[in-house]
């Protein structure tokens, strides 16, 4: 199936996608990976609201960027059709979830992970062999498992050089341990994280208590009966602006988010009681996002909640934490009220040295751009940043990456609703188009959703999405899982500016260094990120830290503080490289 390329994309060229063409191959560049590194994108299959996911665009630096359209090929990647339709009374449908993750423990290509909501579909894992191409390898790998796969995080949690992956299911969530040889092992048993059926969402590994080895979070939606699934239209919460639709989830029973702490034998302690995070009842939780928010060492937790309060749970240093999203103004509205929050970007997107949030919602609301103040305290600035133009859209996946490489982080955000009803309403529509925020400085945007190519505009009902540089090429390319058809690969062409990828490797810290600060320096100015572990929606990114360097050929230093404090310089070099750098070990 070629989906129709719309009006105009010929003339905007810089950020092209292949997300309309699976059946063709991507144009442009074709380049394979280099120097040996490599990522892996988990697209998972959720239920609630759908998604619909966006590309990215570019700027020139006298200019805005033009953009080009999305070029979507299968690659090797299959068409996947659920055997419902999405109006069937599972309201998460066929969601998705996507994340891309770095190198295998050669260093070797990154590969595609793909996770199916089908009944009788299994999870894929696709081999990167260059040119953004693909080989479905599920099987050597291990990862057949059938399931109503969730959200998905990445993270060496024993410290060995491969990571492994955890991915949330409702029933029982799942623990694979990377196993040498590419193939990965149900460990789920052994390292103590059986548990009764359960609806999990979302899921993050980070290192909480500074150890050195990584511990995880796992969100929870909601208790889920399927025997008891309420007609639509059976209530009040069976509703949506006098449609019968999917019930919930209000009115639906709460859910508990768990954390689980590394004990280092390759086993986890449930501490979600004794730590305060289970202490919270009260929210449908998803996308869990774990920063150093107040800067004090340790990493704090944001969780975005649907139709509650969203939560931040503030690191008290001593193994528990406390739950300051009321106090600190990221867990409501600037009106005082709930929303139905989704997920979550975490970026300092105006260079002010505080990392800030960026929380997508449900229709009739626009997302929140809480900036961080510095003193524990944030404001929603979704206004005054130019984010707040659109409240038909349902948010999912967003990211902050510069599209093109002039230091500035750009926004992508992901639409798409989850009622197919809406379709009997001409203002609403159930597949819906991506949005693409240029950063012009100051702490505002503008929107170039419209001149920015088919891959943007493009409707489509999604979950999940995940940024990563599948080519090695220094741009980054987005994988986006979309409903009742194959995931959407989309490609930058028309990055223009020098840039930098960081891959950051602890030794006293978690190997995957979750949870380092890097700034690089160049052209004078300091260009921040973080390794971080699940983002997006139920989601993850690529864990090396790309910045633009803008004009600067050069850069002067790289600076990491590293999980538990420690702080190291690295020496500079040219740009357009990446650059791995070793706790106590230099650069290469």
Known sequence: MVARRLPGIERVDPFRTECHRFDTQVRGRAGGARRGYGAHVVVHRRRRRATGYGQCAESGPAGEPDRDGPAADHRGLPRHRGRRRPHRRERLGR???EEVHSRDHRQRRRHLRLRQRRKTATGHLYRNRGGLRFDDVTERAGLTRTGWGQGVCVGDYDNDGRRDLFVAYYGQSVLYHNEAGGAFHDVTDAAGLRAPT?????CSFFDYDLDGRLDLVVTSYLEFDRS??????????????????????????????????????????????????????????????????????????????????SLLYHNNTDGTFEEVGLLSGVALNDDGQEQGGMG???????????????????????PNLYHNNGDGTFDDRVFQSGLGAYMEYVGWGAHFFDVDHDGRRDLLLVNGHVYPEVERRPEIHYRQPRLLYWNVGGGRFKDLSAMSGAGIQEAQSSRGSAAGDLDNDGSLEVVIANIGTRPSLLKNFGAKHNWLLVQCAGTTANRDAIGARVQVFAGGRRLSGEVQ????????????????????????????????????????????????????????
Not at 344 to 366: M, P, Q, R
Not at 534 to 556: C, E, K, M, P, W
């Open 228 to 309: 008891r699934i309420p007609e639509p239209g059976a209530g009040g919460y069976c509703q949506w602006k006098g449609m019968p639709v999917m019930c919930g989830p209000r009115g639906l029973p709460f859910s508990r988010n768990r954390l689980f702490h590394n004990d280092g034998n390759g086993r986890f302690t449930d501490v979600s009681k004794a730590s305060g995070i289970g202490a919270t009842n009260g929210c449908y939780a998803f996308t869990a996002v774990a920063s150093d928010f107040d800067e004090d060492g340790y990493p704090d937790l944001y969780v975005a909640c649907d139709s509650t309060p």
């Open 533 to 588: 572990s699940g983002s997006g929606f139920i989601s993850q990114n690529d864990s090396r830290v790309h910045v633009g360097l803008g004009a600067a050929a050069t850069y002067d230093r790289i600076e990491v503080r590293w999980p538990g404090g420690a702080r190291e310089s690295f020496p500079g070099g040219t740009a357009n490289r990446i650059v791995t750098v070793t706790q106590g070990g230099g650069t290469r």
């Open 198 to 202: 359960r609806w999990d969402t979302g």
């Open 95 to 97: 969601s998705g979830c």
């Open 344 to 366: 979550v970007a975490v970026a300092d997107y105006d260079e002010d040295g505080h990392y800030d949030i960026l929380k997508t919602n449900f229709s009739d609301d626009v």
